[in-house]
């Protein structure tokens, strides 16, 4: 019987140090404690300034990709650090250091974006030529499909550093998860939603995952009254999806997965960073296929993408 954390020994979770970071943290450290019947000191929050939070006036393939939210946080679970690491799903590589395993994710959260801009309105709203910022190439691409009129400007930083940029003028809009919105309670954000049929999300947009060293049997023992299956087997067919992609932030990928009962859809859509041609398709079979179910989405899109389709190939 392994020992169970104290106030006095607690068990670390690792973390960014956004506010929405340490409330996807909390969110984990309460689940912990009501699951196990402990105190909440049991449990403590260890943040970790990673090298995608420090630069942030560079895009992110500018500086190394998507794994720079979560390369120190990663060295500090397998060096001991800290007990377990708590990832927004969108931000992880589809591929782990030796020796971590992420394979624990809570109830997934909303998936749409939301359609952010001071006069509230609709993005079909915006007057010709209006300047948008966002960081994720994704939302860019497939801004400048639906609107090539309109200036995409660079929006890195987290969700009050980006509301703050849309405060102070730098852009008339921006775009963000309604799951970061909900898990903040930022409700004064004026914001309208945007329907995965006019916009699909990031691949595992609104879910957390938990990552722990592998052959740490105490982790995964307090971890897996945690896992929530639906989102287990709606991120194993997008993640698929996304790996046979060869996905990462330089690419403009969106995919969307859904359970009705055991029946999964799968939707997936690529695009070229431009805007000028997106491609989308989508699947359907039993759950438990997810993942083949994504590696063959994938397979027919790239078949029908053509050569010189993906500038970042």
């Keep these: ?9 607690p068990f670390r979770i690792g973390t960014r140090g956004s506010p929405l970071a340490l409330a996807q943290a909390n969110e984990t450290r309460e689940r912990l404690a009501l699951a196990h019947d402990l105190p909440f000191e049991a449990f403590s929050i260890v943040t970790i300034k990673t090298t995608g939070d420090r630069v942030i006036d560079r895009p992110l393939k500018e500086i190394g990709g998507k794994g720079l939210f979560t390369k ?11 007990d377990v690491a708590v990832h927004s799903m969108k931000d992880m590589p589809v591929e782990q250091p030796r020796g971590l395993t992420l394979g624990i994710y809570l109830p997934r959260e909303d998936v749409r974006d939301a359609f952010v801009s001071p006069g509230r309105g609709l993005l079909r709203d915006l007057p ?17 499909h639906r ?61 957390i995952g938990v990552e722990r060293r592998g052959d740490d049997s105490r982790a995964a023992g307090l971890l897996e009254p945690l896992h929530d299956a639906e989102t287990g087997l709606r991120l194993a067919a997008e993640r698929s999806f996304l790996a046979a992609l060869d996905g990462s932030c330089e690419t403009p990928i969106a995919g969307l997965a859904e359970l009705d009962g055991g029946r999964l859809r799968l939707r997936g859509e690529i695009l070229r960073t431009d805007g000028s041609e997106a491609l989308a398709d989508e699947t359907e079979g039993p759950a438990e296929d997810g993942a083949a179910m994504g590696r063959a989405l994938a397979a027919e899109l790239l078949s029908r993408a053509g050569p010189g389709f993906f500038d970042w190939r």
């Excluded at 019987?1 to 020994?9: A, G, N, S, Y």
């Excluded at 910022?133 to 497939?142: A, D, I, M």
């Excluded at 921006?174 to 049929?197: K, W």
């Design 72 to 82: 120190e946080i990663e060295e500090a679970l397998i060096g001991g650090e800290i």
């Design 147 to 207: 609107r090539p009129d309109v200036t995409v400007v660079e929006f890195r930083g987290n969700v009050q550093t980006r509301l703050r940029k849309l405060h102070d003028g730098v852009a008339a809009a921006t775009f963000l998860a309604m799951a970061g919105l909900n898990r903040l309670r930022a409700e004064d954000v004026p914001r309208t939603e945007i329907e995965p049929e006019e916009m699909l999300p990031a691949i595992a947009q609104g879910a």
């Design 128 to 144: 010709q030529g209006a300047v948008v910022g966002t960081s994720s190439l994704r939302r860019k691409s497939q801004l400048l």
């Design 1 to 9: 019987m392994q020992p169970l954390p104290t106030p006095e020994r």
